[in-house]
């Protein structure tokens, strides 16, 4: 297991869209593992595979109850609204407001291939539907409903941790 070089903005990678993921085989075991170091390390709460330039589609989610892994994911149901702080592992201190679905059913396989549905709400909503974005070339500052945060709000942001 490493830790993984972050693809930061400006990387043309960030704006591809990811293959389907068809072999399930120990290449991808150590890409998950290495993911799960890596984010473990940027502090983070989701990561997908293109972030650490691998253009496949793969995500990890760890918001505080351990990793899941999500490949080949589709987005089955979404519904409700939050509006959130939201940051991103590839745009480092780059943070604002987005509007996103408060609830996501998801089908994706596990690093074996076995297909299953994982549900999110919150904050879980909220990274798996960013992760996924990834995998689509998408990133959250161009979100139509994204609105970055002010100099003074950051600084307030900052100084409240």
């Known amino acids: 297991m490493a830790i993984r070089n972050m693809r930061i903005e400006g990387d043309d990678i960030l704006r591809k869209k990811s293959r389907e993921v068809e072999k399930f085989d120990a290449r991808l075991w150590e890409l998950?593992?290495?993911m799960a170091d890596t984010l473990k390390e940027q502090n983070g709460v989701g990561l997908?595979?293109?972030?650490?330039?691998?253009?496949?589609?793969?995500?990890?989610?760890d918001v505080g109850e351990g990793i899941t892994e999500f490949?080949?994911?589709?987005?089955?149901a979404t519904g409700g609204s939050q509006t959130v702080l939201e940051?991103?592992?590839?745009?480092?201190?780059?943070?604002?407001?987005?509007?996103?679905?408060n609830y996501v059913r998801i089908r994706a396989q596990d690093r074996h291939g076995k297909w299953f549905e994982a549900e999110g709400e919150g904050l879980m909503a909220q990274a798996m539907l960013h992760e996924s974005g990834h995998l689509d070339g998408e990133v959250f500052?161009?979100?139509?409903?994204?609105?970055?945060?002010?100099e003074e709000e950051l600084e307030e942001l900052n100084s409240g941790e």
């Open 32 to 34: 998950l593992d290495d």
């Open 48 to 61: 997908a595979a293109v972030q650490v330039g691998v253009l496949r589609r793969v995500f990890i989610v």
């Open 71 to 76: 490949i080949n994911p589709r987005t089955l």
């Open 87 to 101: 940051g991103c592992l590839s745009f480092p201190g780059q943070w604002g407001m987005i509007t996103r679905p």
């Open 141 to 150: 500052k161009e979100d139509p409903s994204f609105r970055p945060l002010s």
